[in-house]
């Protein structure tokens, strides 16, 4: 099979936050500089995402080897980040056979769990592999095959690939994540999250 690239999704404002989601501590780290650690671990292209201070965000990416994309249109929403990304692709990776899409905000996602959808789209069986928690959410991260490029590049607004999921259930398998596609909105959801994940509060300045 083909390349697979990933398309890390962080061009929101994280209004609720009230600060870059991107930015924050993780660990010894920040939140995006950890999902970047455990998506190279793929060995595929990065494509990350940014529209919301993508130029704090960037200058912090310099020792990644990552294709660092701005979004002109983040603000009228996630679909059009998407688009925006697989036409990237299409033009500059034209080998892709397929396509994974996450979040910035889903930290406790581990590289087994990635490991475990790319292998299945791997196989050629399926065209696309979706995460499900434990509680039967499902949703990214999700590998798309090529057959939906094109639908992917003419996502507008608040359109996610949850739209294209829904339309092609039949050729779609889902993969249990168990707890871990909890993501973050707000302060407190974040303090929880990094509690569970290391055992104390995060350090804001």
């Not at 398309?7 to 920040?30: D, E, F, Q, V, Y």
């Not at 396509?99 to 769990?113: G, K």
């Not at 057959?147 to 294209?164: I, R, S, V």
């Amino acid at each position: 099979m083909g390349k697979i690239p990933v398309i890390l999704l962080a061009a929101g404002a994280s209004r609720r936050m009230g600060r870059s989601k991107a930015l924050l501590p993780w660990g010894n780290t920040t939140l995006i500089k950890h999902q970047l650690e455990v998506l190279s671990s793929l060995n595929e292209d990065i494509i990350v995402v940014l529209g919301a201070h993508s130029e704090e965000i960037s200058r912090t990416l310099i020792n990644f080897p990552v294709h660092i994309l701005i979004n002109p249109e983040w603000e009228q929403g996630m679909g059009t980040s998407i688009a925006y990304a697989l036409k990237h692709i299409s033009q500059n990776i034209p080998e892709a056979t397929a396509v994974m899409i996450s979040l910035v905000d889903q930290p406790l996602i581990s590289e087994a769990h990635y490991r475990n959808i790319y292998d299945k789209i791997k196989t050629g069986i399926y065209k696309a592999i979706i995460s499900k928690s434990s509680n039967g959410w499902e949703g990214v991260p999700v590998v798309l095959s090529k057959d939906y490029f094109c639908q992917l590049m003419t996502l507008k607004g608040e359109e996610g690939a949850k739209k294209l999921i829904k339309s092609n259930k039949k050729e779609i398998i889902s993969v249990d994540a168990g707890d871990m596609l909890v993501d973050m909105d707000t302060i407190d959801s974040y303090h929880n999250l990094h509690y569970r994940f290391f055992g104390n509060k995060p350090k804001l300045n």
